[in-house]
């Protein structure tokens, strides 16, 4: 096999990796809503997850120079932006639903950057399959707006994260990259956190932040480093299609919400998009 190839494979279990431990940890974080808010979950995660990457991987050794500064700064805000209103989307609508809406950052990022129609397909695949996990808004099961909203705006900062992490990523490492994005995030929204839900830096709350910190954003961003620089940003973003599938599943294994037919289709057609652009990206690298 060839490097690229192996590259491009390493990149592939990266991501797949890093879905599943983001969405048992934000399963984990819900749950922690009714004590702490999203506030002080999010002050949880971006603090532990900063203090635990920066020991890793030591990010002062690899300082950007003062020109690549802001792509760093725009990252680690983007990260930061994110998850604040992730969490505050999910504490008014299902966990899979705003997972589906936040992909709409990723799935735009691909749309934009497809050069082939073949590419364009499997986005293609994955709307409808996003489409498909909606509920009716019109209907019993309406969705709050202003969830809808923040996951939406959540989305946008993801969109962000994808094209500055991988501008960011090929000025370092990748950990130390993510190590100095959460620190930025960290420094912005922990105090935020501490000034909101002043319960959570308690001792009986502080042991789960560092369990949702570790499963929800310092490892899972490491592995999508990792991955962002062993492929396109189109292949990632379109390959990311599988977060709400993985987040549906999450949600009916740890909080008990159920899946219905439509849903399980959705979660078909979003696989198939992500395998589909899979295939064609490590076709496209050995070629």
């Known amino acids: 096999m060839q490097a690229s190839s192996k590259s491009y494979l390493l990149a592939i279990v990266c991501v797949l990796l890093a879905m599943m431990t983001i969405q048992t940890g934000a399963s984990f974080a819900k749950q922690l809503f009714p004590i702490v808010g999203p506030e002080g979950t999010t002050a949880l995660r971006l603090g532990f997850s900063a203090f635990i990457l920066c020991l890793v991987f030591k990010p002062w050794k690899h300082l950007p120079t003062s020109g690549n500064r802001i792509p760093i700064i725009v990252y680690g805000l983007s990260l930061g932006g994110m998850n604040i209103l992730f969490y505050y989307a999910i504490e008014r ?13 990723p799935l735009a990022v691909a749309l934009f950057s497809s050069r082939r129609k073949r590419d364009l397909f499997w986005v293609a695949c994955a709307i409808i399959g996003i489409l498909l996990l909606l509920p009716n808004m019109s209907g019993q099961d ?14 946008a900062c993801w969109a962000g994260y994808i094209l500055f992490g991988k501008k960011t990523g090929t000025q370092s490492s990748g950990g130390a990259t993510v190590a100095l994005g959460m620190t930025v995030a960290a420094i912005v929204l922990v105090p935020y956190g501490g000034i909101m839900q002043s319960a959570a830096f308690t001792w009986e709350i502080i042991p789960l932040g560092i369990g949702i910190a570790i499963l929800s954003s310092a490892l899972p961003y490491t592995l999508e480093m990792v991955a962002l620089r062993n492929m396109p940003s ?3 973003s ?14 009916f294994i740890i909080l008990g919400e159920l899946l219905t037919l439509w849903q ?3 979660i078909l057609l979003v696989i198939i998009a992500s395998v589909g652009s899979s295939f064609s990206n490590a076709k496209k690298q050995t070629t």
């Open 238 to 251: 379109v390959m990311m299609s599988l977060e709400p599938a993985i987040a549906s599943l999450a949600g």
């Open 93 to 105: 609508i299902p966990l899979g639903i705003g997972v589906a809406l936040e992909f709409t950052g």
């Open 234 to 236: 189109q292949g990632f």
């Open 142 to 155: 309406s969705l709050d707006p202003l969830g809808v909203a923040l996951a939406l705006g959540a989305g």
């Open 264 to 266: 399980w289709l959705a």
